[in-house]
């Protein structure tokens, strides 16, 4: 297995890039004996500290779907924020801490569903493609918010130094 840095966080990746899994290391800036952040094994990509330090968000794929979770650097559980059928991509905490950006897709409607069902499951080329479009959800936890609305795309995002 490589170390690599990553933000102060290590990720521990076996050689079968085809199947890693990583595992995120915490490891003191001022030293200190490194521990695991999250389970050996765990799907987790993404890792980003909260502008206060004290905890580490970061990706994690359940049941298949990628959830936002948050996890105490202190010790402690990571515990899952609710995106609802949301399945974020890229994520950046506001500068205060109380909120989290991220890119999702919205979830695909029942109508569209039914309508892939009847064309027994074949794509429509040019009809089905949904933009990726930008949320925000309260770092307690909370509803995302939709942010953008039109038929763009959005495939980056930065907080404007006062978090509006």
């Known amino acids: 297995m490589k170390l690599y840095w990553k933000r102060r966080v290590l990720s521990r990746v076996p050689k079968a890039w ?3 899994r990583r595992t995120k290391i915490f490891v003191p800036v001022a030293g200190g004996t490194p521990r695991a952040m999250t389970a050996e094994g765990a799907d987790v990509s993404s890792p980003a500290f909260a502008p206060d330090g004290r905890s580490l968000a970061f990706l ?3 049941d298949g779907k990628k959830k936002l979770h948050l996890l105490p650097v202190d010790f402690g559980e990571a515990r899952a924020i609710d995106t609802g059928k949301l399945e974020p991509g890229s994520f950046a905490f506001s500068p205060d801490g109380a909120r989290i950006a991220f890119l999702a897709e919205r979830p695909v409607s029942d109508e569209r569903k039914r309508e892939k069902f ?3 499951g074949a794509k ?3 009809r089905e493609w949904e933009p990726t479009r930008l949320w925000i959800v309260p770092a307690s936890g909370g509803e ?3 942010v953008t609305t039109g038929p763009e795309h959005v495939v980056a ?3 404007s130094p006062d978090g509006k």
Do not use: D, I, Y
Request: net charge positive; aromatic share 16%.
């Open 144 to 146: 995302p918010v939709e």
């Open 60 to 62: 994690r794929k359940v």
């Open 124 to 126: 429509a080329w040019g």
């Open 18 to 20: 085809s199947t890693a």
């Open 118 to 120: 009847l064309r027994g």
């Open 157 to 159: 995002f930065r907080w």
